[in-house]
């Protein structure tokens, strides 16, 4: 999945999400998107991710634009 379809599913799907999810809506198996967010210094705990903290995910990652 390209980075504008991933941000079009953030904003139209506003539903806690698990890492799962969120690695394969970006392409990334999920040990990868870990290790991402690793490098980032992102904790996020288990279970499901909120809204924001995915918003929060997709700016450090480098996966929202800047407006």
Known sequence: ???SL???ALNSETRAR???EIADAMGFSLRT???RLKDARIEIPR???GPEQQV???KSLGWLEMA
């Open 1 to 3: 999945m390209t980075k």
């Open 33 to 35: 998107f870990q290790r």
């Open 6 to 8: 991933a941000i079009t």
């Open 56 to 58: 929060e995910i997709y």
């Open 47 to 49: 279970g499901l991710i």
């Open 18 to 20: 698990y890492k799962k």
